[in-house]
């Protein structure tokens, strides 16, 4: 059966890094969006990256554009989010999902139909 793990979370300092990574297992990612979305508390969960592992556009919220970069190794059915210059703001617990083809070529969490346990990721002093 179809399977996303997570991993990478954790507790870092601002300034600092982390890449997450989302293996998918019993499926092929091909042709499929992959997509990281992030819900800290209180707050609706929102789009953060998203890629169309067919034609490889991707997506970055424009909080994020720049600091994180979206990824795919498709010999290990793995994408990857690595988060540089993470700030205080980017805490909450991240997660990963895939959307069906055909694409809708949004990144929107009602878009994508699979999901992952999520990671925790926080920035503090």
């Known amino acids: 059966q179809l399977r996303l793990v997570e991993s990478g979370g954790g507790l870092v300092q601002p300034g600092e890094s982390l ?3 989302c293996a998918v297992s019993g499926f092929s990612l091909a042709g499929y969006a992959v997509g ?4 800290a508390p209180g707050k ?6 998203c890629i169309d592992t067919g034609n490889g556009n991707t997506y970055y919220t424009n909080s994020t554009k720049g600091r994180f ?4 190794d498709s010999a290990k059915n ?7 210059s993470l700030k205080p703001e980017d805490t ?4 990963c999902a895939l959307q069906r083809p055909p694409a809708a070529d949004v990144c929107v969490p009602l878009g ?3 999901w992952g346990q999520g990671t925790q990721v926080t920035v503090k002093s």
Do not use: K, P
């Open 19 to 21: 890449r997450l990574s």
């Open 36 to 39: 990281w979305f992030r819900q």
């Open 44 to 49: 609706e969960r929102e789009g953060v990256s």
């Open 69 to 72: 970069t979206i990824s795919r």
């Open 78 to 84: 793995t994408v990857y989010l690595q988060m540089n």
């Open 92 to 95: 909450a617990v991240y997660y």
């Open 112 to 114: 994508y139909d699979y």
